[in-house]
């Protein structure tokens, strides 16, 4: 049974860091592509970062220079270090990962207060 359990996230002013976690357990997590998205209200859930297993890295423009997704396969968890946090990054992110189907963490809230 594939898992994902994210922690992290919280309440942060403009300008600071947040840290997102999302464990990965009934999965080969070192040959498993790591996504994290994001939803805020009234929008559509959108890709914020990705890596595969390779460890390539893709992010959306939004955040390009301030967000690092990283990997640990020896903890089979996927980070998303998000620094320079803006209002607009305030949503629910979830991570989700590819093994033969698609599975998504719990979610948690992302608020930045200006």
């Known amino acids: 049974q594939v898992q994902l359990v994210q922690s992290g996230g919280g309440l942060v002013q403009a300008g600071g860091s947040l840290r997102l976690s999302c464990a990965v357990s009934?999965?080969?997590?070192?040959?498993?592509?790591i996504n994290w998205l994001r939803q805020a209200p009234g929008k559509q859930r959108e890709l914020v970062a990705g890596?595969?297993?390779?460890?390539?890295?893709d992010y959306a423009d939004s955040v390009k220079g301030r967000f690092t997704i990283s990997r640990d396969n020896a903890e089979n968890t996927a980070y998303l270090q998000m620094n320079n946090l803006k209002p607009e990054d305030t949503a629910v992110y979830y991570c989700?990962?590819?093994?033969?189907?698609?599975?998504w963490g719990q979610g948690t809230q992302v608020t930045v207060s200006s």
């Open positions: 009934g999965t080969t997590f070192s040959i498993t592509p």
């Open positions: 989700n990962a590819i093994w033969w189907n698609t599975y």
């Open positions: 890596i595969t297993s390779a460890g390539s890295t």
